[in-house]
């Protein structure tokens, strides 16, 4: 059996281990699609701009520089050899085509009206037809007209430029030179892959930077989340090693204070489960008790009046216990789920200080514990207020003193007017309240070392309806010893 439960954990673990590497590889798809994705988009573009750019750059630099030279032939020749007849006009495009300077980079050629090559630095060329739309764009527009593309004799990748000659109004040639585009695409083509190893290097180190990242990021996420599903699955108080000081940091921290919040919590929940169920076993079990008893001395008529008497006193103050409890169970509800309410009117503090010390100081005498009251100088202000309310402040106070401070046997309460407020307090003179369980006094459920009875909300409920009445409700350990309760509330809200 132990072997089938250690393959079934293993199995388990195994498992858990796939599911979170799917989750980040999850993780990392979609940062990577977020995040890369975009600066891809961004670089791509950065490089077809910048290959446009160069390659409208350079060739049409080299355009202009081709139309301005066959410009200057053209009015040259329209000028001082057109109207002299084709015999000049041959000679002079011959003496044009040796004496041109970058022959060996750009072709001249002179062109008839038919599209015949007459005269070109390349012998080679004359007499052919080179067909391009730039001679045929020129004859018929008679403007310049330029040509990139392929050379139809030679499919070499050429750029030419042609230019009409004018005689009497009228196109009766064209001159057009011609370069190779080989260069200027190699140095296109140079530029291009320059910019292309750079985005491609920035691209890698986007990558690298947001693969760190992930990695520093995502896995501590998984980490975290693993944290907070062993918690959400009870394991309540389990605590991650904080190794960030960053946002991370942060995250980890709220989740351990979570895990030990919800960990206390648990821990109250169950000492008030526990609490309660004692606490109602006790009254129930001397009152059943009781009730037997006296039954059967009522039956059996052997009952003694002043057995009768204690038995009933008994049952009624274990009853009175129980019908505090709940009371106090009910008021907790109201306040868990908002219907905990005021009814705000006029109130006379310290009459209703004064009724809760009536009602206490005779139960309080019989159990050895003295109460000494000290009412303020003269008559006190009314106060907005719910006078039910508060009552059941005082009187769970004052309770509260005689269980956890009894043993002083001696309980002090006091009412004054100090500024804008009227100040309660109540002191006990027991063992006083450890210094490590003060911040916790007023939580729900929280009895601490405290071995009195009670639910453990009295308190909290207390605090409730004073912060409802905009005052205050501390307690501390007075000098001296024994602990007080001070109550602050407002004259006018």
């Not at 109207?83 to 085509?97: E, H, T, W």
């Not at 290097?201 to 062993?230: G, H, Q």
């Not at 409802?468 to 501390?474: I, Q, R």
Request: net charge negative.
């Amino acid at each position: 059996m132990g072997t089938v439960n250690e393959h079934w954990k293993d199995g388990v673990g195994v498992e858990k281990q796939r599911w979170n590497s799917l989750r980040l590889r999850g993780l990392r798809q979609r940062w990577i699609f977020n995040s890369i994705v975009p600066i891809l988009a961004m670089l791509v573009l950065i490089v077809a701009l910048f290959s446009a750019g160069v390659s409208n750059y350079y060739y049409g630099s080299m355009q202009k520089g081709l139309e301005s030279r066959a410009q200057a032939l053209a009015n040259s020749f329209n000028e001082y050899f057109m109207d002299n007849g084709f015999s000049s006009y041959y000679q002079k495009a011959v003496q044009s085509a040796e004496s041109f300077e970058d022959k060996n980079r750009i072709e001249l050629q002179f062109i008839g009206t038919g599209g015949q090559i007459q005269v070109s630095t390349s012998g080679l060329t004359a007499g052919t037809s080179p067909r391009t739309g730039d001679i045929a764009a020129a004859l018929q527009n008679q403007k310049m007209e330029p040509y990139q593309g392929r050379d139809l004799e030679t499919g070499e990748t050429i750029m030419a430029v042609s230019c009409p000659l004018m005689a009497n109004g009228r196109v009766v040639g064209i001159v057009r030179l011609v370069t190779s585009l080989r260069a200027v695409n190699r140095q296109v083509l140079i530029a291009v892959l320059a910019i292309f190893l750079i985005a491609l290097l920035c691209m890698a180190l986007v990558v690298i930077s947001n693969l760190l990242f992930i990695n520093n990021v995502v896995e501590p996420v998984a980490v975290v989340t693993d944290a907070a599903k062993r918690i959400t699955a009870g394991s309540y108080g389990f605590l991650l090693e904080n190794k960030y000081t960053d946002e991370l940091g942060e995250l980890v921290n709220n989740i351990n204070n979570m895990s030990l919040k919800i960990s206390q919590n648990e821990k109250m929940k169950r000492d008030f489960i526990s609490s309660v169920s004692h606490e109602l076993r006790t009254p129930l079990t001397a009152i059943n008790g009781w009730g037997e008893t006296i039954l059967e001395d009522i039956v059996e008529d052997t009952s003694d009046p002043e057995q009768l008497r204690r038995g009933l006193r008994i049952i009624v103050n274990e009853s009175r216990r129980l019908s505090n409890m709940v009371e106090e169970l009910l008021e907790f509800s109201k306040m868990e789920d908002g219907r905990f309410t005021l009814q705000i009117e006029e109130v006379d503090l310290q009459a209703e200080l004064e009724d809760a010390i009536f009602t206490y100081q005779e139960l309080f005498r019989q159990e050895g514990i003295t109460l000494e009251y000290s009412p303020g100088d003269g008559d006190l202000p009314l106060i907005p207020g719910d006078p039910e309310r508060l009552k059941q402040v005082f009187c769970n106070v004052l309770d509260n003193a005689s269980k956890h401070g009894g043993a002083g046997k001696r309980i002090t309460a006091s009412i004054a007017q100090e500024g804008g407020k009227q100040v309660v307090q109540v002191r006990d003179y027991g063992p006083g309240i450890p210094e490590t369980e003060l911040p916790f006094i007023k939580q729900k459920f929280y009895k601490g070392t405290s071995k009195a009875r009670g639910s453990g909300i009295g308190l909290a409920v207390c605090d409730e309806i004073i912060n409802l009445h905009n005052g205050t409700f501390s307690i501390g350990n007075a000098e001296g010893g024994g602990a007080v309760v001070t109550i602050r509330l407002p004259v006018r809200t």
